[in-house]
């Protein structure tokens, strides 16, 4: 099973990008799901989540109503709509997600590869 993300790049501020995170390779369902931000010399952080069992998602407070994730199950995937975009939103993004796989109904937590974001000013 893999998590291969798309869609970021290079952008000016006040721009929009929308990235990707398809999963594959099993027969799996998907359970929470998350998108992470790493930017240079810093720590990874939580930009937005969508717990298992759905419901809303949570945003990190430096997104809030700028940037939304969504899933579409039907083709595994996960996005992050961001909109509006800073330069401080610059960093590699990652998506996470749980995925119990079958027929052995065990859960394992996956990673995207990672794809950079850079907004220029």
């Known amino acids: 099973v893999q998590l291969v993300e798309s869609g970021g790049g290079l952008v000016q501020a006040g721009d929009s990008l929308r990235l990707s995170c398809a999963a594959s390779g099993s027969t799996f369902s998907i359970n929470g799901v998350a998108w992470y931000r790493q930017a240079p010399g810093k720590q990874r952080e939580l930009v937005a989540r969508?717990?298992?069992?759905?419901?809303?998602?949570n945003y990190a407070d430096s997104v809030k109503g700028r940037f939304t994730t969504s899933r579409d199950n039907a083709k595994n995937t996960m996005y992050l709509q961001m909109n509006s975009l800073k330069p401080e939103d610059t960093a590699v993004y990652y998506c996470n997600a749980e995925l119990t796989l079958y027929p052995a109904g065990l859960t394992y937590s996956y990673w995207g590869q990672g794809t950079q974001v850079t907004v220029s000013s």
């Open positions: 969508i717990r298992s069992g759905g419901g809303s998602a």
